[in-house]
C-alpha cells in the first residue's frame, strides 16, 4: 500500500530527526556544563587575582600566576560559551529534513489522488452518469 511505505519513511525520519536533534542538544549542555564548572573556578581564581593584587601590587610573582590561571580560566570559559550556544544543524539533519518533507508531499499527493479516484469511481458518479446517459438518449429519441 502506498500511503503506508510513505507514512512509515515519514515516521522513519522523523525519529531519526529527533535523534539528531537529541544529540546535538545534549553536546550543547555538556559544552554549557563545562563553561558552567570554568566560570566557577574563574571567580575563584578572580577572587586569588584579587587577593594577590592587594597583597603584592609591585611583586610578580603571586600576580603573575593568578592573573595567568584566571586568563586561563576566561579563555576556557569563553571556548565552552561559544560552543555551547552554538546550534547549527549537522549535513545529516539537514538531508533528514529534506526527506522527510519529500515524505509528507508525497503522502498528501497521494492522498489527494486517491480522494479523487474514489469520488469519480464512486457509486454516486456511476449513478449519475446513468441517469445523464438515460437523459440523453431519452432527448436525442433512441429510447422509448
Not at 559544552?31 to 586569588?48: P, Y
Amino acid at each position: 500500500m502506498r500511503i503506508g511505505e510513505i507514512g512509515k519513511t515519514i515516521i522513519e525520519g522523523e525519529l531519526t530527526l529527533r535523534k539528531l536533534m537529541a544529540i546535538r542538544l545534549g553536546r550543547q549542555a555538556a559544552f554549557l556544563v563545562v563553561a558552567a564548572i570554568f566560570a566557577f573556578f574563574a571567580v575563584i581564581s578572580g577572587h586569588g587575582l584579587l587577593w594577590a593584587f592587594c597583597y603584592q601590587t609591585l611583586g610578580f610573582s603571586a600576580l603573575g600566576a593568578a592573573a595567568t590561571v584566571f586568563a586561563a580560566d576566561v579563555v576556557v570559559v569563553l571556548m565552552g560559551l561559544v560552543m555551547g550556544r552554538r546550534s547549527y544543524m549537522t549535513p545529516e539533519e539537514i538531508r533528514v529534513r529534506f526527506a522527510r518533507e519529500h515524505a509528507l508531499n508525497e503522502l498528501r499527493q497521494t492522498v489527494a489522488l486517491s480522494a479523487v479516484a474514489t469520488t469519480v469511481a464512486g457509486p454516486l458518479t456511476r449513478h449519475t452518469l446513468r441517469t445523464l446517459w438515460s437523459l440523453f438518449q431519452t432527448v436525442t429519441g433512441r429510447r422509448k
